[in-house]
T-cell receptor, first 114, second 115 residues
Framework: ETGVTQSPTHLIKTRGQQVTLRCSSQSGHNTVSWYQQALGQGPQFIFQYYREEENGRGNFPPRFSGLQFPNYSSELNVNALELDDSALYLC?????????????FGSGTQLSVL | AQSVTQLDSQVPVFEEAPVELRCNYSSSVSVYLFWYVQYPNQGLQLLLKYLSGSTLVKGINGFEAEFNKSQTSFHLRKPSVHISDTAEYFCAVSDPNTGFQKLVFGTGTRLLVSP
């Protein structure tokens, strides 16, 4: 079985730009979640997609948006980048998104905003 | 709102010694509890989880954790660590009553195992 893959691994953007991060979920998983991990912090939940619909969102502004495609891969879009958006962005997939399920994480995309 | 406190930012230990990584949580509702490990340049990997039943949970790589409701704790233990256990360890909680999987993580504990 293939694991969760994220692209790109590293990205450098300037303030005000827009960015798209991509994630391929593990085979057989229909749920994808995105987390932001700032340096020295634990991951923070951005949102979750289940069967192409957002079904849960954390405390992030609307300029953080996402998509999930019919093959259950996903994108995270961030508009109007700010310096504080610099972080490791982690994608995780699970079988059906239940609260007690095991999450399978990708290795992340390191975003630097200058 | 739920929160997780990992009081120890770093725990140094010698190889083959026992270790305990502390985790306390705050929640007004029942919780599910998790420990994840993050090796350098990798994503997080689930070590173990507590959903219900026996309060002593055994996980992968010889780790175990005990859920203590009165102390609101979920400490992680290993009787004998290896060099390869050097990593960042995250405790997390989720609310069983939500319709989705939202993990609230602590700030992590870096386990440093030396020879």
């Amino acid at each position: 079985e293939t694991g969760v893959t994220q692209s790109p691994t590293h990205l450098i953007k300037t303030r005000g730009q827009q960015v798209t991060l991509r994630c391929s979920s593990q085979s057989g998983h229909n749920t994808v979640s995105w987390y932001q991990q700032a340096l020295g912090q634990g991951p923070q939940f951005i949102f979750q997609y289940y069967r192409e619909e957002e079904n849960g969102r954390g405390n992030f502004p609307p300029r953080f948006s996402g998509l999930q495609f019919p093959n259950y891969s996903s994108e995270l879009n961030v508009n109007a980048l700010e310096l504080d958006d610099s972080a490791l962005y982690l994608c995780a997939s699970s079988l059906s998104g239940g609260a007690g399920e095991k999450l399978f994480f990708g290795s992340g995309t390191q975003l630097s905003v200058l | 709102a739920q929160s997780v406190t990992q009081l120890d930012s770093q725990v140094p230990v010698f190889e083959e010694a026992p270790v305990e990584l502390r985790c306390n949580y705050s929640s007004s509702v029942s919780v599910y509890l998790f420990w994840y490990v993050q090796y350098p340049n990798q994503g997080l990997q689930l070590l173990l989880k507590y959903l219900s039943g026996s309060t002593l949970v055994k996980g992968i790589n010889g780790f175990e954790a005990e859920f203590n409701k009165s102390q609101t704790s979920f400490h992680l233990r290993k009787p004998s660590v290896h060099i390869s256990d050097t990593a960042e360890y995250f405790c997390a909680v989720s609310d069983p009553n939500t319709g989705f999987q939202k993990l609230v993580f602590g700030t992590g504990t870096r386990l440093l195992v030396s020879p």
